[in-house]
């Protein structure tokens, strides 16, 4: 059996060599070729300490494939993204098995974004555009669409599978719970896409406010902003007069110049504000509902023990699903999180099913 250790440092070195390849900056390529090199020496390292061949070992997993796949599809900023949000438990794992090898730490596992920002400031040809453009992408959420498809469709599953079972177990299978199971499977998808739209617009609103109020610093007051744009990139780590030549390449174009102060002052990603709230809205709805429709259809068909039966095991299914497609993000066994899902899941239709029957009897 793999070393899962061993197994991580080798999906990122595929993960890593996949984004070089993928990259049409030359220089930011570079970084992940050499991010790749890296991660595949950490694994050759643990390999050979533990005796196992290299020529078995080398091969990505299904997660990694997975996310290359996703990143074919969606772009490969998700995949990024996904690897930076794996970034801690990938230190951490890697701290634990080099203890236990008896290997020496050098400080490096804690944090692979510090070792990937400082190969990027050894490149003779970066320049400030570049490591802006490369803090952005680091910085980013990976996969926040993936992420929230997956989330979306388990909020749906779960309170729209604890509603009919709360029905169902009142009126043992039989009238209302189809009409029931629509009804919260409309309001809360309703809810869901209201909810989402107030969040997108209020945070569009308040950065625009902020952005503009930036872009007023910036054109009146030019030289203070380059210094404090050096002054930023200085507390990261960069020489002084590397980060002076920095800020006044940048500083050349108002527009841009603009968009990396928001960034670096405010935190603010000036692209994340060209999203839609309609378009975020309505996905939220799409997801939610297919998640919540996955209890009901069974009693489109059928009533009664027989459907409730046949929901409880589309809806495991789904929640098993749903906590496998967890792992892409989290890097934990599939098995142990498909099961985790489909525990707590059932857990909560089961007690709402034993509020439903004891509401039922008593009304009986």
Known sequence: MKNKSIQTEIDAS????????????????????????????????????????????????????????????????????????????????????????????????????????????KENKVTGAQLSRFEKRHRSVGGNAIRAAVLGGNDGLVSNFSLVMGVAGATAGEGGVLLTGLAGMLAGALSMALGEWISVKSSQELYENQMQIEMEELENNPEGEMRELALIYMAKGIPEDQANEMASSIMQDKDHAHEVLVKEELGIDADELKGSAAEAAIYSF???????????????????????????????????????????????NVWYSGFRQVFFGLAAAAITFGIGKLIGVSIG
């Open 286 to 332: 799409i997801l939610f509902s297919i998640g919540a429709v996955i209890p009901v259809l069974p009693f489109m068909f059928t009533q009664g023990t027989q459907a409730i039966i046949i929901s409880v095991a589309g809806s495991a299914m789904g929640l098993f699903l749903i906590g496998g497609a967890i792992t892409l993000f989290t890097g934990k």
């Open 14 to 121: 595929f993960l890593y060599q996949k984004l070089a390849e993928h990259e049409a900056d030359e220089t930011v390529a570079h970084v992940f070729r050499q991010m790749s090199d890296i991660e595949k020496g950490h694994a050759e390292a643990f390999a050979k300490k533990e005796n196992i061949s290299l020529h078995d070992l080398m091969q990505p997993s299904w997660r990694a494939k997975t996310l290359n796949t996703i990143g074919k599809v969606f772009g490969y900023d998700y995949v990024l993204g996904v690897l930076m949000d794996t970034e801690k438990s990938l230190s951490n794992a890697i701290v634990v098995t080099k203890k236990k090898i008896g290997l020496e730490l050098t400080g490096s596992e804690t944090n692979h974004v510090k070792v990937l920002r400082a190969i990027l400031e």
